[in-house]
């Protein structure tokens, strides 16, 4: 089924010039999360993610590990960067890499494009540069070392020493797209939140420069098509992958299909997505992406997360102990989509068993374990309802409704306090109307299978809302509630209908639950 609505959804693609920490771990999920909802809204859906493999940095470490620099990103991207999806349960359509062919040859022909219609020029350069940030950096980010540093310029956001690199180069005519782009800001939700956009606008208005596209003092990245002695600058190369990786130059029907898509991006690369990106398209005109998305910083210790730091977390250190899904949920719902986050084991751990334990995976426990004891596994047809009843199914509805209306926004983490409703009011529900009581005496038959049909309708409605954040334990509830025989695929489910009651099917065989969320015994 499908909606005819194309979404397609993009992570950044990712400098695999070290091991993924959790802050790539969380725009990945992010970025899942949204394509699982509309793909199981029945929307068009492509989600993009890949590694960006070119430019100076790569090159610096490949020699220093002794290797090529294919040699040293074949072995990251194998060893690490693959992984990691397995790892997080991430259901992407594509994986790109910026040095694969289809994405080489179709940079030529966008490069070519818009040196044909004028917007390329020759030149002649000299500014700082950071080798980490792959950018001349803007005065605003370039500060004055300390330490070992003292008396040399660094970058603001490595606090490494900059490099002052004097290279003739090409240039794009940045400085021209100004109005245009503060007219695209204006005029449309392109750049969210409101906070993201306002610096864009800020940045934009003290006024553009042309930008340096081509580097000729190193070799690692895709030839300038008309003269091979510069290649193209790597932030060129790595924005382009959006567009190349559904056809852009080779298959216009597939890119007329998909294009153009929405970005979700950190907010340290918020410019060149919402600057850079949208004025390359306009010169060669190509749409503009539907929006840009810039989520804060996970921050550890106070601070962002840094390998050079020691501040990095690999997310196996937490699936390994906690499992994918409260990876997933924790990231998601504990940290507003847009803003900063700080990481703590303390609180991943207390999440984990108030929430995840002790809420969800104890109502699914405890309302499949009644139906098996009290109605020899088959889920009971409900009666009458009472005002208590309706109040769940007003719950239901609504919450279903709202997160909806949140993953519009891109608020996954109101999606999941909406969804969490439900949670709380089956708990409070089945608590209130004890069903251990009413199995003791006979003329409560009735009533106990209506309070048994609310519990488990609620679940099934948890699971399908659910299962684009939390894949692997939203399918083992739905296996238990015996909707994958009564219903089909969890996957395959409308989740814009999910809050219409009465889906789970009276006489449906419950199975077994073993606890969708194990007590953690480990110290972390």
């Known amino acids: 089924m499908t ?3 194309s979404f397609y959804i993009t992570t950044p693609i990712y400098y695999p010039s070290d091991v993924p920490h959790i802050g790539h771990g ?20 492509w989600m993009l993610t890949g590694t960006d493999e070119h430019g100076q940095k790569m090159m610096r470490a490949a020699a220093a590990n002794g290797v090529t620099p294919q040699e040293w990103v074949d072995k990251l991207v194998g060893e690490s960067w693959f992984p990691l999806l397995t790892t997080l349960d991430v259901a992407n359509d594509d994986f790109i890499r910026t040095t694969q062919e289809r994405h080489e040859e179709r940079v030529k022909k966008f490069v070519q ?5 004028g917007y390329i ?10 080798v980490g940030c792959e950018e001349f950096k803007p005065e605003s980010e370039i500060v004055d070392g300390t330490g070992p540093f003292e008396g040399l310029k660094v970058c603001a956001i490595h606090s490494k020493p900059l490099e002052l690199l004097q290279e003739k180069n090409y240039f794009f005519k940045l400085s021209e797209f100004q109005d245009r782009l503060l007219e695209l800001y204006s005029s449309s939700d392109f750049i969210r939140p409101e906070s993201a956009r306002n610096e864009v606008v800020s940045f934009v208005k003290q006024g553009l420069k042309d930008l340096s596209i081509s580097r000729s003092a190193f070799d690692w990245g895709i030839t300038v098509p008309w003269d091979e002695s510069h290649v193209i600058y790597v932030w060129v190369d790595a924005l382009l992958n959006y567009a190349t990786a559904v056809g ?5 029907e597939e890119f007329a299909r998909r294009w153009p898509a929405y970005h979700v991006v950190g907010k340290d690369i918020l410019r060149f997505h919402a600057v850079i990106w949208p004025a390359m398209l306009m010169a060669a005109g190509v749409d503009v992406p539907r929006g840009v998305f810039a989520h804060g910083w996970l921050l550890v210790g106070g601070e962002k997360m840094s390998k050079s730091k020691l501040t990095g977390i690999a997310p196996t250190e937490i699936t390994d102990v906690f499992g994918s899904d409260a990876y997933r949920f924790y990231f998601l719902s504990a940290i507003a989509f847009g803003q900063d986050g700080s990481f703590s084991w303390e609180d991943l751990s207390a999440r984990y068993q108030a929430e995840l334990a002790n809420g969800f995976g104890n109502l ?9 004891r009290y109605f020899e596994g088959v889920v009971p047809p409900p009666g009458e309802y009472a005002e208590a009843d309706l109040r769940v199914q007003t719950t239901v509805a609504d919450a279903a409704a709202s997160a909806d209306a949140a993953i519009e926004r891109f608020r996954i983490d109101e999606a999941i306090t909406s969804i969490w409703t439900i949670v709380d ?6 608590t209130e109307n004890e069903p251990w009581a009413l199995a003791k005496d006979d003329a409560q038959r009735g009533r106990l299978g209506t309070v048994l049909y609310t519990a488990a309708e609620g679940l099934r409605a948890l699971a399908v809302l659910l299962s684009p954040v939390m894949p692997v334990s939203t399918e083992k509830l739905w296996i238990a509630l015996g909707a994958a025989e009564s219903l089909g695929r969890l996957q395959d489910q409308p989740i814009r209908e999910a809050g219409a009651w009465g889906g789970l099917k009276p006489g449906t065989s419950v199975n077994g639950l073993a606890p969708l969320f194990p007590r953690v015994e480990q110290s972390v």
Request: aromatic share 14%; proline share 2%.
């Open 113 to 117: 494009a818009i040196y044909d219609r």
């Open 3 to 5: 909606s005819g609505r």
């Open 425 to 430: 009011a089956l708990n409070l529900y089945i």
């Open 121 to 130: 020029y020759a030149g002649e350069y000299e500014a700082l540069y950071c």
């Open 26 to 45: 969380y725009t990945t999920v992010a970025v899942d999360t949204l394509a699982r909802w509309h793909r199981q809204a029945g929307d068009d859906t």
């Open 364 to 372: 699914a426990s405890r309302t499949t374990a009644m139906i098996e």
């Open 248 to 252: 852009y130059g080779n298959d216009p």
